[in-house]
């Protein structure tokens, strides 16, 4: 129906829902600000004023419809048949056995500023969202593609030092700098790339801790471009898609709390960057999720179990390798100009090794390959110590001893178990 | 030799400066199995490697369908036709037979999927009864058999096969060649079997070239070297 459809020429039916949900939200929001955002009574003294605002109400209503397209857009990339769904007589399987906690972890970390509305406790959140962002991208690297890469770091050094810099340099305002910075660190996993396609196993690991070292060591020493490891500060926050977060000055430009009408409180800063960092995650989350589903998701797997069957299948173990180097750092880049974006602040004091090392063991601890295995261990490695800032001294002593533990019996990782993707269709099959 | 479906002309190449293959020449017509028998060492793996394009070639050429493949790289010969089944099975453990089979299927249609999957597990029963399970889990057999179907889910028109027999039951040696008879027969696939196990390939082969020290050194249809008193003496006398 659908094909015959195209056949003709119409539009592609996404486009039709698409537009038909818009023109009807269209209308709701039209019913809705009309009288709420349109029309205001003003006391003039001697009575009452009515004064109109239609460009506020004409501005509601296109970012409802232009939400709406998005939404729709977004629901049909979501459940668009992968190439895998649309091998006949198949069935691909989703993980399913950790759907509903994963759900509950998101509905959980949705309304955390409301449950621990402390500056403390959402600060700590967005550091552990950070890790879980990064663990998400090295996870891609390591886990599905079986890279072992001690160099992760750098990447995340490349994030956050292409905002840093882009700011100072050109003012670039971040919401210009993430993408940027995101393509330049995967350009530098290419870089990385190229020259150890031909490594693996231990050989690649050295190359690769020689590689976040290489990065660390120029940005010390890059004293003109860098300030070496004086660091860079004074990096612009940034703002609420234009309006800056702050105390309103006169004369200024209008500010959050300003434009929507609410006392200033240095609170609602550290909230959208928690949220900020929440969808930066959630977004690398999904992102992975769908591309396991591709070939290329499943070729980085089938590359971590073997290279030569993977040739021998006639797929190019250069493009899967390059790909996943790519991608793993373009997350890493990302989650790195969040990094400077919130601290103000980057030195390459943060990208020392130590920081790879956790990013690795959060994606080992948790079982490589597994996304919610990262979300656990990144809780277990970044939360449980702030915890206990009280044992202070024993801190490494435990760390030490936990990590022994997870080796002696879980060695396959906290949640290792890979699912199955695919079952056949029951019935069956299909006339051929 | 414009007739062949493979030819190989004066293939001279190795790992590193020692060259195991010393100007390798040989064909294979479509429809037949060709065996490459020989003792260890004497080069038939790197052959199977070489046609693959992995090792390079240095001299000499390979042709296949009338076409130069000598420089095309390894992951494109898939798409041309010709499949590898590499020595010591190397299936993917950790996915399930189901998921290894359909890695076989990347490089073609996927409207071909299901009756391809069919025809391996019609072939291969008992990859349809463990179709769930892990591909490390089964027996050393059943993973060949794995092998064996996740490369015809590719579609090959020329099979090559490193050594399918290492390791297994003789019984079970027996069910896999009388399958690749039958791959050979019913599917129309072209066979190069590359054996230590030399009885069964020759008994199996239309054909058959034994390989010392990296040259083919006696060239004769199966039956007629299984006659051969110096291959009976050489690799089938208490071998086997």
Known sequence: MSARLLKHGAPSPVLVTAIREAALTGLLVVVLAVPFLGLKIENAGNGLLLETRWPAAFIAVGLAMGGRVLLVLGREWW?????????????????RPLWGLGMA????????????????????????????MLGWGLNIVVGLAGLLDLGYVAFYAVGAYSYALLSLYFDYSFWLCLPLAGLLAALFGILLGFPVLRLRGDYLAIVTLGFGEIIRVVLTNWNTLTHGSQGISGIPRPSFFGLPFGVAVEGGPVTFSAF???????????????????????????????IRRLPIGRAWEALREDETACRALGLDPTTIKLSAFAIGAMFAGLAGSFFAARQGFVSPESFAFLESAIILAIVVLGGMGSQTGVVVAAFVLVVLPEWFRDFVEYRMFLFGAAMVAVMLWRPQGLLSHRAPTLRLSPGPAPPH | MAEAMLAVEGVHAGYGPRLALKGVDLHIDRGEIVALIGSNGAGKSTLLMTLCGHPRAKQGRIWFEGRDITRVPTHDLVRCGLVQVPEGRRIFSRMTVLE???????????????PDLDRVFALFPVL???????????????????????ALMSRPRLLLLDEPSLGLAPLVVRKIFATLEEINAGEGVTI?????????????????????????????????????????????????
């Open chain 2, 100 to 114: 290894n089979l359909q890695m076989g299927a990347l490089t073609s249609d996927s409207r071909h999927f299901r």
């Open chain 1, 105 to 132: 972890g998101i509905l959980l970390a949705l309304f955390l500023p409301l449950l621990l509305p402390n500056r403390y406790a959402i600060d700590t959140a967005t550091t552990l969202l950070i890790y879980v």
């Open chain 2, 192 to 240: 190069l079997l590359v054996e230590q196990n030399a009885y069964h390939a020759l008994k199996l082969a239309f054909r058959g070239y034994v390989m010392v020290n990296g040259v083919i050194t006696l060239t004769g249809t199966g039956s007629g070297l299984l006659a051969n008193p110096e291959i009976r003496a050489a690799y089938l006398e208490g071998g086997g």
């Open chain 1, 79 to 95: 459940h668009r048949p992968a190439v895998f769904d649309r091998f006949p007589g198949t069935v691909f399987l989703s993980e």
């Open chain 1, 260 to 290: 929507f009408g609410i006392a200033h409180d240095p609170l609602h800063r550290v909230i959208f960057l928690y949220y900020l960092i929440l969808v930066l995650a959630l977004g690398t989350n999904a992102f992975t999720l769908r």
């Open chain 2, 128 to 150: 349809a009864e463990r179709r769930a399970q892990r591909g490390g889990v089964l027996s050393g057999g059943e993973q060949q058999m794995l092998a064996i179907g996740r």
